[in-house]
């Protein structure tokens, strides 16, 4: 039958509507419940009472296999933390009714896929969602009864106040097990037990192998880790005559979360953040993707420390002919080219060889044979048309026949590290020679274009600073005219460092080093109204700090070394000979100095919110500083250390780090100061020693205030003790005379040691803060503080620490100051500490 032009149309628009219905509705049925008069498919959805769980149908991957799901009504990715048919997909025809008692599973044909599957007698049943996420059926007459629960067959997520355990009397265990991949629900390889033997959770892999540990129960917590985890849930284990579990419980109530078991074989906690309606990453664990145990895969390698990690042994190639995929599981690597058989000597040509993979982990199911020396191995694996690798230990030879699982890369430093010799066909070693060969004629000519593109690049640089160097000199003397006409000038070149050999306080060499302009005294004067009261911005140890006004409108902060001093010189010089070479948005500029008679002043860019320690220590504008504008004030004070100890033309230590030496600009940007202390390290130094210890105390590391040993690590325990200052929003000395603590490092250790780091935070912080960055930022000040500089760690390894969510951060050892201060050198209760955060001291003293 013809049909019709009209009609072929009209059937398209039906199609069409259709399928849009079916991509972008969800329609509820009514209510939480599934009744014996409801039936629930691929268009509807039922919710529980308090809008938290939807129970209703899904597709991974948008392909034509529809499961029934339960998911987070916030969450519109619709990511399931319970599945019915994860083994049994239907189309999305298919619909869920009660029949005979269960809730049923029926496909498009009416045929029954999956069922709750109990014996009731009653005649009338429901189905009910609840605001836990449990899907639970009661007999209508007696809703107290459960009759089956959802919670009793967990697929792959542990929700709070789920149970994961074993039944001694049923002998079933309660586990989550992982997907096949991300798109495929189908029981993957990992899964997540109770370990009946100590009571600890564990992670194994094939339902064979225990690749990761809590640790024993001990009555509150699990004793191996410190997990995001046990720091904001209420862990519980529970253990009677028949059942062992343990749950947990979630500290903030209004806080959504779900821990699953991922298709890379790693727990992950996520919590929901509303603001960006997305999941975010807290917690997972192993910490590393090599530490799951065949990651990778068959005949791989996994190396943490490139990306990707995973990649293919020698003489494999991938399975799929695919790039790897970290967010599925690696179906691992096959042989590419065919082995000999029965060739058991290494002197004949054309045989096989065998390719040493070096400072490896040795992987299991291996055969062992006692010999003397390796090269028997090699010999004895020839003979073995099976064997496809061997190594050698004190015991012998290891060979290996089956698939290498779990292979992974360590260092030369590691005890488990040792050499793996894959065997490869004759072909395929050729093959590696000639590449290798090819590669080292590719290096010689890289080398050869590379001193090419150098002599070309010296001489474009060259010509190019004599350029700016003429352009600059021409800049000035445009700058100078331009002032001249206002009857405020700045000195000439010649002028400046005539006047500065003439007194004898510059050398000529320290003349020639600096980078900013000279500014006449009496520009200065006029700028700050002879230094009046009223432009006055405050007093350091330098001397005081005045606001300048000048032509054109620019403000500029000024600061004056106290007149009639020379304390304090050399600091002055330090800063107009250093600084003005530092560029980095976290940096003040230098714009300018000055040195007549006996003023010697230094002029910076104003910053009109003045110092951090105003804000974080000065009662009412604390109130401007929410967690967001915290944390990036943490985060802008470390980038500007990595570039003073690592970034810059210079390595830098600061040896003055405080609150009241980091400056906010009108964006409340963090911007480091004062470099009056600072010291330049050269070449490949990385500590030195001073008699003259010069900073603050309350900031000072251990080894530089009792040494004068100071070195980047110095400037880390500066930071520490300022990250902790920030987010508790207390003075590191305001615990001196406390009896919780000796000092605000003392306090936080306390704190951090009886997991109630959070009752460090700032009260003011209580709504705005991030409770997972808070905690990181407690370990990583507590890492840096710690009393030997060789457990601190560096600054870029800060900044990763604090913006890397996924990173797992090391327990602190015990902080310096804390152990050793006797309290018969505290100060009456009643006398506030002789240390001041604004004060800057000088020790004169032999070391």
């Not at 009514?30 to 039936?39: K, R």
């Not at 029949?99 to 069922?115: K, T």
């Not at 997907?179 to 992670?203: A, M, Q």
Request: aromatic share 12%; glycine share 8%.
């Amino acid at each position: 039958m013809l049909i019709s032009k009209s009609n072929r149309i009209f059937i398209l628009v039906i199609q069409f509507l259709c399928l849009f219905v079916k991509t972008n509705f969800s329609v509820r049925t009514g209510g939480d419940t599934i009744s014996s008069n409801q039936t629930l498919n691929g268009f509807s959805t039922i919710v529980s009472a308090g809008g938290v769980f939807v129970l209703g149908f899904f597709s991974p991957g948008n392909n034509e296999n529809y499961y029934v799901g339960i998911w987070y009504q916030v969450d519109p990715s619709r990511s399931v933390v319970w599945i019915a048919n994860r083994e049994k997909p239907v189309s999305f025809y298919s619909h869920l009714r009660i029949s005979d008692g269960n809730l049923v599973l029926f496909n498009e044909d009416e045929v029954p896929i999956w069922s709750t599957n109990v014996n009731s007698s009653s005649s009338c049943v429901q189905a009910v969602i609840k605001d836990d996420g449990n899907l639970i059926l009661i007999n209508c007459s007696n809703p107290t009864k459960t009759l089956w629960k959802s919670f009793d067959y967990p697929s792959h997520t542990f929700l709070p106040g789920n149970q994961i355990g074993y039944n001694k009397v049923t002998k079933t265990h309660r586990v989550l097990t992982s997907w096949k991949n991300s798109k495929d629900p189908l029981p993957g390889l990992y899964s997540f037990h109770l370990n009946e033997t100590d009571n600890s959770y564990i992670l194994i892999w094939n339902r064979s192998i225990t690749y990761w540990s809590s640790g024993p129960w001990s009555g509150h917590n699990f004793r191996s880790v410190r997990s995001t985890l046990e720091i904001s849930y209420n862990l519980m284990y529970e253990s009677n005559g028949y059942e062992s579990y343990f749950t947990y419980s979630v500290r903030n109530t209004t806080m959504i979360s779900q821990v699953f078991l991922d298709v890379s074989g790693q727990l992950k906690l996520f919590n929901w953040l509303f603001a960006s309606k997305k999941w975010e990453l807290s917690g997972s664990h192993p910490g590393q993707h090599c530490e799951v145990y065949a990651f990778c895969g068959a005949n791989s390698l996994c190396d943490h420390n490139y990306l990707p990690f995973c990649r293919c042994l020698t003489g494999f190639t991938p399975k799929f002919q695919s790039e790897w995929d970290l967010k599925e599981y690696s179906n691992g690597c096959i042989r590419e080219r065919a082995l000999q058989c029965g060739n058991d000597s290494l002197d004949n040509v054309g045989g096989d060889r065998f390719l040493e993979i070096p400072y490896v982990n040795l992987p299991k199911d291996n055969e062992s044979l006692r010999t003397g020396a390796i090269q028997d191995c090699a010999s004895t694996c020839l003979s073995m048309c099976s064997c496809i690798a061997y190594a050698h230990n004190n015991s012998g030879c290891l060979f290996w026949t089956e698939d290498l699982l779990n292979v992974k890369q360590l260092t030369a430093n590691d005890s488990n590290s040792k050499s793996l010799y894959i065997r490869l066909s004759a072909s395929e070693f050729e093959d590696r020679n000639n590449k290798g060969r090819m590669v080292l004629k590719s290096k010689i000519l890289y080398v050869i274009l590379g001193i090419i593109a150098a002599i070309v690049l010296i001489s474009s640089i060259a010509c190019y600073g004599y350029y700016q160097r003429r352009k600059q000199s021409k800049r000035k003397g445009d700058k100078m005219i331009t002032w001249g006409k206002q009857a405020i000038h700045l000195y000439d070149t010649e002028k400046q460092i005539a006047n500065f050999i003439k007194s004898g306080q510059f050398r000529e060499d320290e003349t020639e080093s600096i980078d900013v302009p000279f500014v006449a005294l009496e520009i200065i004067v006029v700028a700050t109204d002879n230094f009046s009261d009223a432009n006055k911005l405050g007093e350091g140890g330098f001397g005081p700090v005045y606001k300048g006004k000048f032509p054109g409108g620019q403000e500029i902060a000024i600061k004056r070394l106290s007149r009639g001093s020379r304390q304090g010189f050399e600091e002055f010089k330090n800063e107009v000979t250093l600084i003005a070479k530092l560029q980095h948005r976290n940096l003040v500029r230098l714009l300018g100095y000055c040195v007549e008679g006996e003023e010697k002043l230094l002029l910076y860019e104003y910053m009109p919110n003045k110092s951090l320690d105003s804000f974080i220590f000065g009662g009412t504008l604390s109130m401007f500083l929410n967690w967001e504008l915290r944390f990036d004030i943490i985060v802008g004070i470390a980038r500007g250390l990595v570039y003073l100890h690592q970034d810059s033309r210079l390595r830098i230590i600061h040896r003055d780090l405080k609150t009241s030496n980091v400056l906010l600009d009108e964006e409340l940007n963090p911007k480091i100061s004062d470099f009056g202390l600072a010291r330049i390290f050269g070449g490949k130094q990385t500590e030195a020693s001073t008699r003259r210890v010069v900073g603050t105390y309350g900031y000072m590391s251990p080894e530089y205030a009792l040494n004068g040993l100071f070195s980047i690590k110095s400037d880390v325990f500066s930071f520490g003790v300022m990250l902790l200052e920030i987010i508790s929003g207390k003075r590191n000395t305001e615990f001196y005379q406390s009896e919780e603590a000796w000092g605000l490092l003392g306090y936080a250790w306390k704190l951090w040691k009886d997991n109630k780091a959070l009752d460090l935070m700032d009260a003011r912080l209580s709504e705005s803060c991030n409770r997972n960055e808070f905690m990181r930022c407690v370990n990583v000040a507590l890492l840096c503080v710690q009393e030997s500089s060789s457990d601190r760690p560096t600054m870029p390894n800060v900044v990763f620490m604090l913006g890397n969510e996924t990173t797992f951060l090391s327990n602190p050892k015990q902080p310096a100051f804390v152990s050793w201060i006797s309290p018969s050198i505290s100060t009456s209760p009643n006398k506030p500490s002789s240390s001041v955060n604004k004060l800057t001291t000088t020790l004169v003293q032999g070391r």
